[in-house]
């Protein structure tokens, strides 16, 4: 009986325990009785099929999606703050993580586990924080996380583009406050077809490598891809199929919304002065802010310093008056003034703040070979943007090495092209620490390096790492690294195809209800500046030859645009791109054919496999003094070729120098398979005894099995001195050591051959040799 009540109330406590998870649970929304996991089959236009369902993982969070396609699996969940933390942005933060447990791998790291986030996973997480960013309305302000975590990944099926669809769908079934869903493809472009969704093995095939992502009415939300020099009549076209196709994906979501989704919650108007403030602040501020947007004389810091002073003015003045007001509102309100004067300025006459038409370029200059030591160097001017880029050329072992996960999503192991990108604090006039390279950095190396390598010749002897500092910046640096970038390679002697330029395309939009299909007015930008970037709605950076496009990329700040802004902004990146390039080879053209000292060679060493010993030192000794003193190395393709690469000329006369005298040899004589030849002994080992057949042989080793028919221990039993001479029977080299095979015991019986002597400096004739053999095999036979 005692036993029944101790066991009735420890049941009864772990009732009670579990009672606040239980609550936990209804209030995230689902029931511990309905464990159902809604699903929807999407069916593109190719036949494959995306499926996404929701409700079995992590139930916790606010909204959950997994999407599935081929084999691969990709988990997004979305979570969001219940209290806003008062701040004037949205605080959006999108992690992808790329787990080699998914793909059945273990991480090389000494740790063995995943450590910081990758190049990948950063350039990936940007992908979708840029496809969903735009969607959110203007007032919600709480934070925000998106965390993208591959469950699966198969050897098909890229994760990158199903983790957008992914945040979309996890949104959209959510009750964060969204304005989706967004649907996104992948684009590939074989034999002038464009492919929905490649896989890897179609990818490698392809000329084409284009992200769309869209939104409701065919509206184009972000753009990211890079083309082998792929016409702007082919990008068009797959922009055009990619927002078709991601409609089947919105519409998918849609109805899982429908069915599942959950009630957004609603959004808390953030504070703002009355409209007696705001006109105040328009009365004050509105004549001296179109004079500084009219004098073309400001650069980027003067205008800016005309601008914090009309902004410190009026701030003072409206709170004089309304000293109930909160300074921190007056500033946004003249912040949001100040957006909408400068976008109505430029739609009114089309004028921009430097004076500048809305297709003209600034001021392009440009310069190469700025210091001898460097392989490649380059620098571009574009109005108050600089950029330093130089060439290092290394050997082929200096490539990069991609971990295992992204060496499987990326469909190679090394990289001998890579491109880093740096932006310094002082190039805008800012103190700021100077350590790990951030995300912003990231993806503007990342853009760039796209829209270089397709003038990368594919074989290329040479290891390439281009840097690209920013020294200035006023908008546009990654579009600046290619042109840089691009007369740099150049300069260095590597034989691009032809020179790539990059442009920023910007545009300013008017509508109304939030509606940007229907467009009442809109201005596209070429060339675009800092400030026009900050108060525009799309930065969009186009990247290319004459020939056709190698990198695009779209960033917009509204909810979409219609495919006709994006063809015209398409267009005006082609006409931009051709006014840089005839700048660039005019630069370029009259430098190009010059041959620099400082510039590395490679060559070839083919040896014989005798000499690999010789050549090689006990463990690598001698092609380590070599390194270290000549800065040359030696890199082994085969059994007796070796590739040499040099870092310059004089180093590689050097080395051939220190080559031939570590393998001067006097010339090896000819030796005749099953030949006889006369033998000077010139050691005596327990295991046999050393030989040389000409004066610079080295010694090889006569064995003890083949000195005699009988069987001996050691040579002092046949009486052999050292000095003395013997004849042997030649058998060739070994095929695996390279080492002589030589025999005495098949001579001893009735001559075969005749008896050659290599020593020339002997005085001792055949004959006498011949005699002296006789005796030895007489000897011998004692």
Known sequence: MLHQITGLHQCRRKIFAALPHIHSVRRRGFSVAQL?????????????????????????????????????????????????????????????????????????????????????????????????????????????????NMLAIDSSNPPDVQAINGASAALALSDIPWNGPVGAVRLGLVDNEVIVNP????????ALDLVVTATRQNLVVMLE???????????????????????????????????????????????????????????????????IFRDFTHDKFSRDQAVSKTRTDTIDKVWSSYPTADPGLISEAFNK????????????????????????????????????????????????????????????????????VTSLDAGMKSKNFFLHYEFPPYATGETGKIGPI?????????LAEKGLVPIIPAEHPFTIRLTSEVLESNGSSSMATVCAGSMALMDAGVPVTEAA???????????????????????????????????????????????????????LKIPGIPLKVVMEALQKSMEARFKILDIMDGTIGATRTIKKDCWPVTDRLVIEPSQRSRLLGPGGVNLRRLYLETGVQLTQEDETSFRIFAPSEAAMHEAKEHLEELLKTEKIPDLE?????????????????????????????????QLDQRKIAH?????????????????????????????????????????????????????????????SNGDAKT
Do not use: W
């Open 36 to 148: 159902e996991t809604p699903e929807v089959d999407i069916a593109l236009s190719t036949g494959r099929v995306v499926r996404i369902s929701s409700g079995k993982y992590a139930r916790f969070a606010d909204g959950c999606a997994v999407v599935t396609i081929g084999d691969t699996a990709v988990m997004v969940t979305a979570v969001a703050r219940q209290k806003s933390q008062n701040t004037s942005f949205l605080p959006l933060v999108v992690d992808y993580r790329q787990k080699s447990a998914a793909a059945g791998r273990i991480p090389t790291n000494f740790l063995r586990r995943e450590l910081g986030p990758s190049e990948k996973e950063i350039l990936s997480a940007r992908l979708v924080d840029r496809s969903i960013r735009p969607l959110f309305p203007a007032d919600f302000r709480l934070d925000t996380q998106i965390v993208c």
């Open 199 to 206: 896989t890897r093995r179609e990818m490698q095939l392809s």
């Open 225 to 291: 891809g890079r083309g082998n020099v792929v016409n702007e009549n082919e990008i068009r076209m797959a922009i055009k199929r990619g927002t078709k196709e991601a409609q089947l994906i919105i519409n998918g979501i849609e109805r899982l919304q429908k069915t599942h989704g959950k009630a957004k919650r609603p959004i808390e108007p953030s504070p703002t002065v009355d409209e007696e403030i705001a006109g105040a602040v328009r009365t004050m501020a509105e004549m001296r802010l179109r004079e």
């Open 337 to 404: 003034f100040t957006r909408s004067v400068f976008r109505e300025m430029l739609l009114e006459d089309g004028v921009r703040c430097d004076g500048r038409g809305l297709d003209d370029l600034r001021t392009i200059s440009c310069s190469v070979n700025l210091h001898k030591p460097l392989h490649g160097s380059a620098l571009f001017q574009r109005g108050q943007t600089q950029v330093f880029s130089t060439v290092a050329l290394d050997s082929p072992e200096s490539a990069l090495r991609l971990d295992p």
């Open 438 to 446: 951030g995300r912003r950095e990231i993806g503007h190396g990342a």
């Open 501 to 555: 330029a990059g442009v920023a395309i910007g545009l300013v939009t008017k509508y109304e209800n939030n509606d940007t299909k229907h467009l009442l007015d809109y201005r596209i930008l070429s060339d675009l500046l800092g400030i026009e970037d900050y108060m525009g709605d799309m930065d969009m950076k186009v990247a290319g030859t004459r020939r056709g496009i190698t990198a695009i990329q779209a960033d």
């Open 673 to 705: 398979f099953g030949a006889i030849y006369t033998a000077k002994i010139v050691e005596l080992r327990d295991t046999g005894v050393m030989v040389t057949l000409y004066p610079s042989m080295p010694p090889t080793l006569l064995h003890n099995s």
């Open 715 to 775: 040579p002092n039993a046949l009486g052999l001195p050292v000095g003395s001479e013997i004849q042997v029977k030649y058998f060739g080299r070994d095929p695996v050591s390279g080492f002589m095979r030589l025999s005495r015991k098949v001579l001893q019986g009735p001559a075969t051959a005749m008896i050659r002597n290599l020593d020339r400096t002997s005085s001792s004739s055949s004959n006498s040799s011949s005699s002296s053999s006789g005796g």
